[in-house]
């Protein structure tokens, strides 16, 4: 009898251990994912040339490269269009979400891109003040 109820207690403390181990991994393994999320966002802005801003900044600036620079300058300085440097201390993420998917004015083509991309640029602009 002695025996046998060592043996359970055994298998009881296995049980928790597997579990607690179980819960342990699932916790981590989310710290280990948000940092490799971030430790991708930053490699991929270490080329650009402002270290500092967040969340795909580098993505957002290659689809403003190809679609809005020939007319915004490479830089926000301008150019055909008004500079955007400071345009997110003017209009919210929302705001330039809306310029961007209907244009604005008579200059400023709409639709141009779209959809998370449009995101994507809306949001790197916003961040713009
Ligand atoms: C064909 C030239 C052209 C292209 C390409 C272009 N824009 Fe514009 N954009 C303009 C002009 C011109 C204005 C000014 C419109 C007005 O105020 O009447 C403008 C205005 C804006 C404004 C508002 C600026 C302000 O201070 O009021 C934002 C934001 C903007 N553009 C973002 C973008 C983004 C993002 C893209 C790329 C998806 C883009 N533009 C592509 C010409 C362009």
Known sequence: MGKSSAY?????????MVVGFTYWLSTTEEHAGGNEASHGEQAEEGGGEEGGDSAGG?????????????????NLGGGAGPALEAVGGKYSKDEILDIIKNGKGGGMPAGLIQGE????????????K
Request: aromatic letters at 8%.
């Open 8 to 16: 359970i207690t055994a298998i009881i403390l296995f049980l928790v």
């Open 58 to 74: 580098g993505e957002a600036e290659k689809v403003f490269a190809q679609n809005c620079a020939s007319c915004h300058g490479e």
């Open 117 to 128: 991309e449009a995101e994507m640029v809306a949001a790197w602009l916003a961040e713009k």
